[in-house]
């Protein structure tokens, strides 16, 4: 199954004169119908429509196609009729111009400082006046499906340029584990020594066999304290598990984003943890370049849906 971002866009148009064009090639002036699907992400599933007047009926059926298709996401649907110069300007018919008149002449008598009307409020008159247009609830939902099918394939695509960041990321904080993890021996090892050189100097340690012994005791008791506060293969374990579990979720794809974004938490959790642990310079850079992966990966993982 793919993964899909939650950011896309698709449009489309339909105007029936693509289906009835004259013989020598042209399309008689006619309406077209447009319709076009913005996403961006969102923590759940925000469906929001833009529609004119002829295809209010249209919304439930296309929230019902929207709902089926996308789970999470701000998703904006907007369609828009567009008429031709042609079929704006529409000829006012004598009958029309008559009964125009009769009704500005019947307001003016009771209003006499009515204005009278203009040629553009005839125009409009006219053209509101005219046959009913075409119907097109059908065509909306055969294009809404198109422009879906577009929408889809784009969330896709992005979704895959995500995965393909995704897995370079858990790859380069593997990396980052496998220098961290012999770092905390050698540190215990150079611990201890220096503990061992600090309690000779202190006991003055000349030729005596107990103070030797008693000295490498404490030396060891020190280091030991000071392995278990700066252990982080706990810290490392559950990062790679964490790793392990975000690279099969990506692979296995579909409705992943909320996983992926509680994995990435726990993630930035223990990397922080391995910076508090840190009792070396490279530990801490470590940490850091840790947080700053996670950080890429959590901006991204924001759009998975």
Same mark, same amino acid.
């Given at each position: 199954?793919?993964?899909?971002?939650?950011?896309?866009?698709?449009?489309?148009?339909?105007?029936?004169?693509?289906?009835?064009?004259?013989?020598?090639?042209?399309?008689?002036?006619?309406?077209?119908?447009?319709?076009?699907?913005?996403?961006?992400?969102?923590?759940?599933?925000?469906?929001?429509?833009?529609?004119?007047?002829?295809?209010?009926?249209?919304?439930?059926?296309?929230?019902?196609?929207?709902?089926?298709?996308?789970?999470?996401?701000?998703?904006? #649907?907007?369609? =828009?009729? %567009?008429?031709?110069? *042609?079929?704006?300007? /529409?000829?006012?018919?004598? +009958?029309?111009? $008559?009964?125009?008149?009769?009704?500005?002449?019947?307001?003016?008598?009771?209003?006499?400082?009515?204005?009278?009307?203009?040629?553009?409020?005839?125009?409009?008159?006219?053209?509101?006046?005219?046959?009913?247009?075409?119907?097109?609830?059908?065509?909306?939902?055969?294009?809404?499906?198109?422009?879906?099918?577009? #929408?889809?394939? =784009?969330? %896709?695509?992005?979704? *895959?340029?995500?995965? /393909?960041?995704?897995?370079? +990321?858990?790859? $380069?904080?593997?990396?980052?584990?496998?220098?961290?993890?012999?770092?905390?021996?050698?540190?215990?090892?150079?611990?201890?020594?220096?503990?061992?050189?600090?309690?000779?100097?202190?006991?003055?340690?000349?030729?005596?066999?107990?103070?030797?012994?008693?000295?490498?005791?404490?030396?060891?008791?020190?280091?030991?304290?000071?392995?278990?506060?700066?252990?982080?293969?706990?810290?490392?374990?559950?990062?790679?598990?964490?790793?392990?579990?975000?690279?099969?979720?990506?692979?296995?794809?579909?409705?992943?984003?909320?996983?992926?974004?509680?994995?990435?938490?726990?993630?930035?959790?223990?990397?922080?943890?391995?910076?508090?642990?840190?009792?070396?310079?490279?530990?801490?850079?470590?940490?850091?370049?840790?947080?700053?992966?996670?950080?890429?990966?959590?901006?991204?993982?924001?759009?998975?849906?």
């Amino acid at each position: 199954m793919s993964v899909y971002s939650m950011t896309g866009y698709a449009s489309a148009q339909y105007s029936p004169a693509k289906e009835a064009s004259d013989g020598d090639g042209k399309s008689p002036a006619s309406p077209r119908l447009g319709l076009e699907i913005r996403a961006v992400n969102s923590r759940f599933l925000d469906l929001s429509f833009r529609l004119p007047e002829e295809l209010r009926a249209c919304e439930p059926a296309l929230r019902e196609k929207l709902g089926a298709r996308l789970k999470r996401g701000k998703v904006e #649907l907007r369609a =828009a009729i %567009e008429s031709t110069t *042609a079929s704006v300007v /529409t000829e006012p018919s004598t +009958r029309l111009l $008559q009964r125009l008149n009769a009704i500005q002449d019947n307001v003016r008598a009771w209003l006499p400082s009515a204005q009278p009307l203009s040629v553009a409020e005839v125009i409009r008159l006219a053209v509101n006046e005219s046959p009913p247009g075409k119907e097109w609830q059908t065509e909306a939902l055969q294009l809404a499906d198109d422009v879906l099918n577009a #929408l889809m394939s =784009a969330r %896709e695509r992005e979704g *895959a340029r995500l995965a /393909t960041m995704l897995f370079d +990321r858990i790859g $380069q904080l593997r990396s980052l584990a496998a220098q961290a993890e012999p770092l905390i021996p050698q540190l215990v090892a150079q611990q201890r020594q220096r503990f061992l050189d600090r309690w000779a100097q202190a006991m003055e340690i000349t030729d005596g066999q107990a103070k030797s012994d008693m000295a490498q005791d404490r030396a060891l008791t020190e280091a030991t304290a000071f392995a278990i506060r700066i252990d982080v293969a706990e810290e490392l374990t559950r990062l790679a598990s964490h790793l392990d579990e975000l690279e099969r979720l990506v692979k296995k794809g579909g409705e992943i984003g909320k996983r992926l974004d509680f994995l990435i938490q726990e993630l930035h959790r223990e990397a922080n943890t391995l910076g508090s642990k840190s009792a070396a310079l490279e530990l801490t850079h470590i940490s850091v370049d840790m947080k700053v992966l996670i950080e890429q990966m959590r901006e991204q993982v924001q759009n998975i849906e």
